[in-house]
Each structure stands twice: as structure tokens, then as C-alpha cells.
């Protein structure tokens, strides 16, 4: 069924919108629900909506089942082949599939990185050597801001290294951060 329902997108904007929902995913404790939405040109667009961001206040109006619609499905395996190349949930599609080499320069993160790995695609390239300090790992991903995240919530224990468009965005957050410190 197609439903529509209110939607407050970063917290700001109030916006009505009617999706052809196809699948629940949770990523860091929090819910997406993701579907095709139509756009203003006719095209059709597989949306992502945090839960939490969805206004439901009881009343029967707040969300809407369209019985009437018909539904359109998605392609087989579009999913599995949507998140295969991310971390979390957003995918922008005009960013390109990068090599990113991560160096753990703690032993205790470079473990974390083997037991609990950031990506499918993670290998570790060079197994920690207490003497030069430092491991390897790479991952073979579309960058976004979940894995910057992830990345930033190890701290001074990793970085990224090689000259990619992902580790310049690193940089510009990491001096933005540096700034608010001072």
C-alpha cells in the first residue's frame, strides 16, 4: 500500500509526503523507512525517512493508506545492491566508490577494526606492528557521513590515509573541529 504522511526533514521544514514503502532498516539505533517518492519532474526516486521525524500526533489524518494507488515495487535485489557500497543508510549517487586506507595508530582501535569491521569490503593490508607503531586497513566504499562519523568516533586512534576526495573531507572537518577547541 501507499501511504502519506507529514515529515519534518532536518528538523525544519514541515513537508507532506506520500511513499510507496518497501523496507525498514535500523542503523545506530535509530529507524529508516525507505521507498519510492515521486518527484516534481515525473521521476521516481528511493527515498530514505528517519521514523523519528515522522509526525504522528493520533489522529487518523496523520498518516494516510492510499488503497487506490497503485504501488510500485522495486527491482529485484535493489537493496542488497543499494547498501553494498555504504556504511549506514545514505547513498549519494553522485559520489564515486573510493579505496580508503585507514591507518590504526593505537593497537586497541587497530583490534576494534578486526573484530568489529567498518565495511563487507574491510581488509586489513598490514597487522599491527608494535615497533613501527601502527596497521593498515582498507575499505572499498561510497563515502558519506555515517562512515565519517565512524571514522571521527575513533579519535586520534586512526586516520585516513592517501590523496582521495574522502580524506580531504576528513581534513575540512577535522580543522572545522580544531577551531571550535581554540
Partial sequence: WVISFKYIQCFQNLMKKTVHPHLLKEYNSRWFLFGYVQQEDGTWEIVNFALDRIVYNGSANDIMVHVDIPFKKTP????????????????????????????????????????????????????????????????????????????????????VLGNTPFRQRMQDVISQLSELYK
Fill in 76 to 159: 529485484m535485489d535493489f537493496y542488497a545492491n543499494y547498501f553494498k557500497d555504504i556504511v549506514g543508510v545514505t547513498r549519494f549517487d553522485e559520489e564515486k566508490l573510493e579505496q580508503i586506507t585507514i591507518r590504526t595508530v593505537d593497537f586497541k582501535v587497530h583490534h576494534l577494526l578486526r573484530t568489529k569491521p567498518i565495511h563487507s569490503s574491510q581488509t586489513e593490508t598490514i597487522p599491527f606492528d608494535q615497533e613501527k607503531g601502527f596497521g593498515e586497513f582498507s575499505i572499498c566504499v561510497i563515502p558519506n557521513l555515517e562512515l565519517q562519523a565512524r571514522l571521527l568516533g575513533y579519535g586520534k586512534g586512526l586516520y
